[in-house]
């Protein structure tokens, strides 16, 4: 199976832009599509993207989503960063498994 | 409203087996996989399978093939997962979660299970 890869941790600045990365460690990223889920402390996951790009209903448009077949890599994006965000991120795709990565701490200060 | 409710805490021995239920409301159960997903803590969050309710079909992570069970009550629209001889490294909450299609749109609020001698 493969592994979706993302960085530990990463930090901006309220009203700043920050992109979080996942890589796929084999097979194409764009084969099987990718969500991000955000997770604030001692909650549940919620989805903020599906699909690749796609934002349920309540989710701001703030948040979205990209794949990047040259790097096999999927990034979410959020704009306008508000403290509210500062949660891990974490990045989820399948094949003949469901496969999480391993989770980004977005920190907002 | 639509949601996921789960059983609450458990603190088993080395060795035990644990089952953690959970119901589903607001939506046709059958209608939608459930998946089950445990975060040990201060970790990330690790996939262990799925059950398509409408047939009782599972599929599991290679790491639990022998040790978890998924099923299913239609008649009372939940879900059950089983895990057996447990390790100290199985403390973690475990979620339950709706499928939409590849993404997971509904999370239990979790369970946390402890495993301690």
């Known amino acids: 199976n493969f592994m979706l890869t993302q960085p530990h941790s990463v930090s901006e600045s309220p009203g700043k832009t920050v992109t979080i990365a996942c890589t796929r460690s084999?097979?194409?990223?764009?084969?099987?599509?990718v969500q991000w889920y955000q997770q604030r402390p001692g909650s549940a996951p919620t989805i903020v993207i599906y699909?690749?790009?796609?934002?349920p209903s309540g989710v701001p448009d703030r948040f979205s989503g990209s794949i990047d077949s040259s790097s096999n890599s999927a990034s979410l994006t959020i704009s306008g960063l508000k403290t509210e965000d500062e949660a891990d991120y974490y990045c989820q795709s399948y094949d003949s498994s469901w496969v999480f990565g391993g989770g980004t701490k977005l920190t907002v200060l | 409203q639509v949601q996921l409710v789960q059983s609450g805490a458990e603190v088993k021995k080395p060795g035990a087996s644990v089952n953690i239920s959970c119901k589903a409301s607001g939506y046709t159960f059958s209608d939608y996989f459930i998946h089950w997903v445990r975060q040990a803590p201060g970790q990330g969050l690790e996939w262990m399978g799925w059950?398509?309710?409408?047939?009782?079909?599972?599929k599991y992570a290679e790491k639990f093939q022998g040790r978890v069970s998924m099923t299913r009550d239609t008649s009372i629209s939940t879900a059950h997962m089983a895990l057996s001889r447990l390790r100290s490294d199985d403390t973690a909450v475990y979620y339950c979660a709706k499928d939409r299609v590849y993404s997971l749109d509904l999370w239990g609020q979790g369970t946390l299970v402890t495993v301690s001698s």
């Open positions: 699909e690749d790009n796609q934002r």
């Open positions: 084999s097979g194409r990223i764009a084969s099987n599509y």
């Open positions: 059950i398509n309710p409408d047939t009782g079909i599972t």
